[in-house]
């Protein structure tokens, strides 16, 4: 019997940064500081992330491109990657996303890439929990609750039990 399925999720959006709690709006900040120092010298597209762990310390992370695409590193996947490294005990539960082009914040909030997203899922199969997402651009904001709603038919470490 062919069935056919609908997958559909919901998120929180907000106009204005103000509209956000004090602890989201000092990770939107802690993002957009963040993609300020980004490297991205050939798609010009700067990144900034902002991971808040459970003690409340917040990691910064930061595209960096590479002339031998696609060597360089999203900054979800850096600031990320520095929370494991470094604070393996502490986990994450919020992270922030701000983009910009040329010297101004994108109007419309950036999304995680596939790969990021699959790293995010990882990441909150490791530490058993959601990691709240906050994708921020110029004209609002968006909070979803955690990956499985961008990501809803995951690969993961039950895909891999035998």
Do not use: W
């Not at 502490?90 to 699959?118: H, V, W, Y």
Request: aromatic fraction near 6%.
């Amino acid at each position: 019997m062919i069935k056919t399925k609908n997958i559909t999720f919901s998120y929180t959006e907000y106009e204005r940064l103000e509209e956000l709690n004090s602890s989201d709006m000092e990770l939107v900040a802690a993002a957009r500081e963040a993609a300020m120092n980004a490297y991205a010298p050939y798609s010009k597209f700067k990144v900034g992330a902002a991971l808040r762990l459970k003690s409340g310390k917040i990691i910064r992370g930061a595209n960096v491109e590479n002339a031998a695409f696609p060597s360089g590193i999203c900054a979800e996947r850096s600031a990320l990657s520095n929370s494991v490294s470094n604070h393996s005990g502490d986990k994450p539960i919020s992270l922030a996303i701000a983009s910009m082009r040329g010297n101004e914040f994108t109007d419309d909030p950036p999304s995680p890439c596939g790969s990021c997203r699959q790293v995010i899922a990882e990441e909150e199969s490791r530490i058993d929990g959601k990691i709240k997402l906050i994708l921020s651009g110029k004209n609002k904001t968006m909070i979803v609750d955690g990956i499985a709603d961008l990501l809803p038919l995951q690969f993961n470490r039950k895909s891999l039990e035998v």
